[in-house]
């Protein structure tokens, strides 16, 4: 049963392209939700939290839509530094529960 | 960034022998967690604890035991190592708070087992 899915990519885009994932969660529920970046055999990193009401920071924007369970990223203006797996991270117990539960991860590799 | 050290960083040992994973944190964060990453499969946890003395399963736990030995300290053991333990490890942090809090991860631990 997959509760956090993810499109698994790759997305091959060129340097300069808007890219958008998106991310649907089983449980609505939830509470938390989170993008991680984790490149090729390092540790996940947290890239930006998803608040509902959309949050930006520089060129990341990440949405909540609670109707739909689902939660998007969208990267302007791609480096070649966005190159990544990025996941998606939901907490699907809710407010009484503190396990996270990590989508497979969506690979981008940004050409030049 | 090494608020969350693991160590050994790789390791490569025997179908049957004790192994143990050890994870310290200078974050000051309560709740200290394991996972192991494996291809295809995303990351998996294998046991939690909300404090010293508070020791949770995950969803991977059999073949595991863990040990929270002070609030910055808690290491992973496998008894008995078998091949398909083959995986990435990692140790991650958070802080307290209702719901789901962000967590910090450590560096990972490549193990393999022959």
């Known amino acids: 049963r997959k509760e956090v899915e993810q499109d698994p990519g790759p997305f091959n885009v060129p340097e300069g392209a808007t890219v958008a994932f998106n991310c649907t969660y089983s449980?609505?529920?939830?509470?938390?939700f989170f993008w991680y970046r984790q490149d090729c055999r390092k540790e996940p990193k947290l890239l930006m939290s998803?608040?509902?009401s959309g949050n930006e920071d520089g060129r990341f924007t990440a949405q909540l839509n609670r109707a739909s369970q689902y939660i998007s990223l969208l990267i302007r203006d791609s480096k070649l530094s966005d190159s990544a797996t990025y996941l998606c991270?939901?907490?699907?117990?809710?407010?009484?529960?503190?396990?996270?539960?990590f989508g497979k991860g969506t690979k981008l590799s940004v050409i030049p | 960034d090494a608020d969350v050290t693991q160590t050994p960083r790789n390791r490569i040992t025997k179908t049957g022998k004790r192994i143990m994973l050890e994870c310290s944190q200078t974050?000051?964060?309560?709740?200290m967690y394991w996972y192991r990453q494996d291809p295809g499969l995303g990351l998996r946890l294998i046991y939690y604890s909300f404090d010293v003395k508070d020791i949770n399963k995950g969803e991977i736990s059999d073949g595991y035991s863990v040990s929270r030995q002070a609030q910055a300290k808690f290491s992973l053991s496998l008894e008995s190592a078998i091949p398909n333990q083959t995986a990435l490890y990692f140790c991650?942090?958070?802080?307290?708070?209702?719901?789901?809090?962000?967590?910090?991860f450590g560096d990972g631990t490549r193990l393999s087992i022959l």
């Open positions: 998803v608040y509902s």
């Open positions: 991650a942090t958070s802080t307290g708070g209702p719901g789901g809090q962000p967590q910090h």
């Open positions: 974050k000051g964060h309560d709740r």
């Open positions: 991270v939901v907490n699907l117990g809710g407010a009484g529960s503190y396990q996270l539960t």
């Open positions: 449980n609505s529920a939830s509470q938390s």
